[in-house]
């Protein structure tokens, strides 16, 4: 598995997962009804920001992530980051592969913490692979997300120093 810079020619093979993943409203906070161009515009984020894809020999694309800078001012050095595999491809170490090239970008990139700010607590596997990397959970907004199947839910905040 290769994971490189996303392109905008990458977005024709993020769209199709990245839509049936919001769209089933499990595990992020965006809209369901989310369009194609502003998801687009949410997700292939400009530099110094960056968006990346995972992918195999192939060149499929297997999985993405997008690394950003958490907050503004003073608090600029603790960074951010969100994935998404493919359904297809989950299971094979590409969320981990993801997660891990995220946080060797933020220490690259001078960032002292990783902070998550809406981890959906029924979304276990994301959960189990952040606690499994050091990431801590440090509150839970209870009733924070409207899981379509199990109502109200609660979202995490994790972290972890870097």
Known sequence: MLIREATTEDWSAIWPFFR??????????YPMDLGEGQGHDWWLLPAPDRTVVAVDGSGAVLGTAK????HMGNASHVASASYMVD???TGRGVGRALCEYTMDWARAAGYRSMQFNAVVETNIRAVKLYRSLGFEILGTLPEGFQHPAKGYVG???MHRAL
């Open 20 to 29: 049936t993943i919001v769209a089933a409203g499990e595990t992020f906070t």
């Open 67 to 70: 690394m950003n800078r958490n």
């Open 87 to 89: 359904p297809a491809h």
């Open 155 to 157: 979202l995490h905040v």
